[in-house]
């Protein structure tokens, strides 16, 4: 009797300690014998363990090194893997297979110059495959993910020789054999470049990306099944906007985070668009702070909205470096609230989970390690400022019909109610137009007149 009751004792000892093991917050660093690591990936699993991976500089070599690592549920590590292969490698993205087994896509520079990219499969005890992706050489890697079906999503950007610059690349692969079934490679300007790729509702797939004209711009597409394009977009501006991910809401919109450069300096706003099932840019809205603020990655709410993840100083009133940020919006792209976690040396986010709406996890790098970190039911606090009231930027110079004077013509886009729409055109000289930034501040002084 009394051997049962220590057995009970203990095993109830054991669920006390694991129930307090999920309900604490933490943040863990990881440096694993760098001089630099970084954690660009992770993934929760049903058991509340996580798989994450980056990079790594090790201290006794000078080639970066892609890494993958099983975490417990209170973030430490109980395994690590390493890709046996010579030469410097990132790793761009990782998914789960149907059979619950982890894949990994990573890129390589070989002894002769080519940049190899790889598919592996792995479990928690042992990597499986290690497959060259077929037609993918030379190409740069941003994401990668599985799809219903299996099958493997990788996208990024590949270089042709002068004057074609870089294309888009997106493919599906087979994660067995690293096969590629189609291969999606547009260019719309000299530098094209996929960010993320997602399936929609519809088993489509939906990209965003940055292409280089006057100035960089965000660009947006839609492709079927056989990755051919349905539509595409690019969001112009007069600014340097990114995108960095998107997601899909219950009405087949797309939903896409990033960050704009309206103070036309080194400081960067969220940028907030909402493109329509066609194709068709709906409205943009600018957030910001007193300092740097980007919007990394996006996620679905358990009820309606979104949940956007990034990196800002606004809690250091623009000062501190960057570091973790929360935000929570409504359906209608409204913020109701961010969360800051203010770290001591610059920390950016690349990756981040959302548990029940009330469990929050991020990963990236601060300083020179690699950080992973839980966050539960934090407080949200309005900080973020919706953007200016303009945006200006001159077209070009044309003769007055009546005083045959030269005058400049200003591209115009009018925000109401918090969001960009498309505006109107300013046609004459004359009055002075302050334009300011999310901020508050004056950027320039143009003459206009509406």
């Known amino acids: 009797m009394r051997m049962?009751?220590?057995?009970?004792?203990?095993?109830?000892?054991?669920?006390?300690?694991?129930?307090?093991?999920?309900?604490?917050?933490?943040?863990?660093?990881?440096a694993d014998s760098a001089e630099l690591q970084s954690a660009t990936r992770f993934l929760p699993l049903a058991n509340g363990k996580f798989w994450i991976g980056g990079n790594r500089l090790p201290s006794s070599g000078d080639e970066l090194k892609a890494w993958v690592c099983l975490l417990d549920n209170s973030g430490f590590i109980q395994k690590r893997f390493r890709f046996n292969l010579s030469g410097y490698q990132t790793l761009a993205g990782m998914g789960l297979l149907p059979d619950g087994r982890l894949t990994c896509v990573f890129s390589r520079k070989a002894i002769s110059g080519i940049t190899e990219n790889y598919v592996a499969i792995l479990d928690s005890q042992q990597i499986f495959s290690v497959q060259r992706i077929a037609d993918a050489d030379n190409a740069v890697l941003d994401d990668a993910f599985v799809d219903y079906g299996g099958k493997v999503l990788v996208?990024?950007?590949?270089?042709?020789?002068?004057?074609?610059?870089?294309?888009?690349?997106?493919?599906?692969?087979?994660?067995?054999?690293?096969?590629?079934?189609?291969?999606?490679?547009?260019?719309v300007s000299q530098n094209d470049h996929i960010k993320n790729v997602i399936q929609t509702a519809d088993g489509r797939y939906a990209v965003c990306g940055d292409v280089q004209q006057d100035t960089y711009n965000p660009y947006v597409a839609k492709l079927?099944?056989?990755?051919?394009?349905?539509?595409?977009?690019?969001?112009?501006?007069?600014?340097?906007d990114g995108s960095q991910k998107l997601a899909e809401d219950s009405l087949g919109r797309i939903w896409l985070v990033g960050e704009t450069s309206t103070s036309a300096g080194p400081l960067f706003d969220n940028a907030l668009?909402?493109?329509?099932?066609?194709?068709?840019?709906?409205?943009?809205?600018?957030?910001?702070?007193e300092g740097q603020d980007a919007a990394f990655l996006i996620r679905k709410a358990g009820t309606n909205g979104f949940w956007v993840g990034g990196y800002s100083n606004a809690s250091t009133s623009g000062q501190g470096p960057i570091s973790p940020y929360l935000m929570r919006l409504n359906s209608l792209g409204q913020s109701l609230g961010e969360a800051f976690w203010p770290?001591?040396?610059?920390?950016?986010?690349?990756?981040?989970?959302?548990?029940?709406?009330?469990?929050?996890?991020?990963?990236?790098?601060?300083?020179?390690?690699?950080?992973?970190?839980?966050?539960?039911?934090?407080?949200?606090?309005?900080?973020?400022?919706?953007?200016?009231?303009?945006?200006?930027?001159?077209r070009e110079i044309e003769t007055d019909f009546y005083s045959h004077q030269p005058i400049r013509l200003f591209d115009v886009w009018g925000r109401g109610q918090g969001l960009w729409q498309p505006g109107c055109k300013l046609q004459r000289p004359g009055e002075i137009f302050i334009l300011r930034n999310a901020k508050g501040q004056a950027r320039k002084i143009l003459p206009a007149l509406f």
């Open 155 to 187: 996208c990024g950007f590949k270089g042709f020789p002068d004057p074609e610059g870089n294309n888009f690349f997106v493919t599906r692969i087979q994660p067995l054999t690293g096969a590629s079934d189609w291969i999606f490679d547009n260019g």
């Open 343 to 394: 770290f001591t040396s610059p920390s950016p986010v690349y990756d981040f989970a959302v548990q029940g709406d009330t469990v929050f996890y991020f990963c990236g790098i601060s300083g020179t390690q690699a950080y992973f970190m839980k966050r539960t039911q934090p407080a949200l606090n309005q900080v973020f400022v919706t953007g200016t009231d303009f945006r200006v930027s001159e």
């Open 224 to 240: 079927d099944t056989n990755g051919q394009l349905i539509w595409d977009i690019v969001l112009t501006s007069p600014w340097n």
């Open 4 to 30: 049962k009751i220590k057995v009970l004792f203990a095993f109830f000892c054991l669920l006390f300690q694991n129930f307090i093991s999920e309900a604490q917050d933490f943040t863990r660093f990881y």
């Open 273 to 289: 668009s909402l493109i329509s099932p066609g194709g068709q840019l709906l409205w943009q809205q600018v957030l910001g702070s």
